[in-house]
């Protein structure tokens, strides 16, 4: 502990950064995979194109596409924007097949009664559908955040300042204190990002509350799994 208080200020300045790398990828992939998603419960093909540019883009290791991002975008190595246009692309890739099948899940009689109501498609998309959707939406945002919070490590290899610094200089020092660091800061900011998530559900999804257990299980299974990047 030592160690820690006597670095705080450069450890602090470190979760600062991860935790801006990490924010904006997930909030741009909320936003341009709910659209997506609802294309893709809705048209057969484009769900079939979706979620094969999807699954593709998720395959490219985050090391090459912090390089190559760079001469697509005219931006500096060491620029942060090269971080967080690669993991919005992940978390666009990641969330678009769970928006896709929290907006199927929603039950076909129920987007009948609303349209024979008189609610117009975008009535119908904020009033039924989002609505309905949300709890698998919800937990599928949850696998994003975990990701991104993790990937965004690797950008230290590249010359981005996040927690992953405190691993590359501990292995490089041979010195373990500053590597448990880093791994149990980004483990304690993955929970606090999840917390966070589980608190936004039930202020704004008060129905998901009565979830039982074993429900909620099933929509964490049904999710895509994130893998090390």
Known sequence: MAWVWGNFDQIWAL??????LSVIPVVVGVILS???GWLASHYQLTRSILLLV???LYTIPSLAL?????????????????VVVALSIYAVALMVRSAADAFASVP?????????????????FLAVDLPLAGPVL?????????STVSIVTVGSVIGVSTLGNLFLDG????????????????????????????????LTMPWNRRLTPSRTRRLAASQPQAVPR
């Open 54 to 56: 999807s699954g593709v």
């Open 171 to 202: 292995f490089q020092r041979f010195f373990l204190a500053e590597i448990i660091t880093g791994i149990v800061t980004v483990l304690l900011l993955a929970i606090v990002f999840d917390a966070v998530l589980v608190l936004l559900g039930r």
């Open 108 to 124: 076909a009689e129920v987007q009948d009664s609303a349209t024979a109501v008189g609610f117009s498609p975008l009535q119908r």
């Open 15 to 20: 979760t600062l950064s991860h935790v801006v």
């Open 66 to 82: 912090f390089i190559i991002l760079p001469g697509v975008l005219g931006t500096g190595i060491l620029d942060p924007t090269n």
């Open 34 to 36: 709910v659209p997506l």
């Open 138 to 146: 919800l937990a599928g945002i949850r696998v994003v955040s975990v």
